[in-house]
């Protein structure tokens, strides 16, 4: 699992047919500390997560696509939660969501 926020959303008017239906989300990887590491990446997005909220997502899209019941989706990941907060007690650090 992954920690990241949303930070925007694709908008596609033509989709591949395993994509349809499945809203996709541009991912922003951040370290536990809440600074931005790697690649943006477009996940899809089975929860809604608005632009600005943090979550938890993986780096695998078949996984998901068998959890709602698609095979075959040609994803590289899955948003799978989404955070409200997150606070580090040793450390002093509240990362909103």
């Known amino acids: 699992m992954k920690f990241g926020r949303v930070i925007g959303n694709v908008v596609s008017t033509i989709k591949y047919e395993k994509l349809q239906g499945i809203r996709l989300a ?29 979550v938890i997502w993986i780096a695998d899209g078949e996984a998901i696509g068998t959890v709602v019941g698609r095979k075959n989706v040609p994803l590289r990941g899955s948003i799978v939660g989404i955070i409200d907060k997150i606070d580090m007690e040793k450390s002093g650090i509240v990362i909103k969501g």
Do not use: F
């Not at 541009?26 to 943090?54: C, F, H, K, Q, R």
């Open 26 to 54: 541009v991912v922003e990887p951040l370290d536990p500390d809440g600074n931005s590491i790697g690649s943006t990446e477009i996940v899809g997005d089975w929860l809604g997560a608005a632009v600005g909220n943090l």
